[in-house]
Nanobody
């Protein structure tokens, strides 16, 4: 089992920045790929970004390309999401997730989420 805990959410003005963190605990010695998702009120959860175990592969939703950067520090069992040039439409609960294979469709473990609110 892997436990994931997000932090770093909050209220920010449009154009501002936030950095989310996701700390993993439990069976973290396995090479998990990590992802960030978000869910706005009344909408389905959507993919934001993903990163392979080594950090050599990343992918982003079109809506965040050029503004968000995913990274990880395996020594700290932590994955990050740097969010710049935030827009009101980025407002959502952000979740991190883990899976054993970067190319798998489904994620195996999920965090509880952290709220990000961007004011206009």
């Amino acid at each position: 089992q892997v436990q994931l805990a997000e932090s770093g959410g909050g209220l920010v003005q449009a154009g501002g920045s936030l950095r989310l963190s996701c700390a993993a605990s439990g069976r973290t010695f396995r090479p998990y790929a990590m992802g960030w998702f978000r869910q706005a009120l009344g909408k389905d959860r959507e993919f934001v970004a993903a990163i392979s175990w080594s950090g050599g592969r990343t992918s982003y939703a079109d809506s965040v390309k050029g503004r968000f950067t995913i990274s990880r520090d395996n020594a700290k069992n932590t994955v990050y999401l740097q969010m710049n040039s935030l827009k009101p439409e980025d407002t959502a609960v952000y979740f991190c997730a883990a899976k054993l294979n970067y190319y798998n469709r489904d994620y195996d473990y999920w965090g509880q989420g952290t709220q990000v609110t961007v004011s206009s």
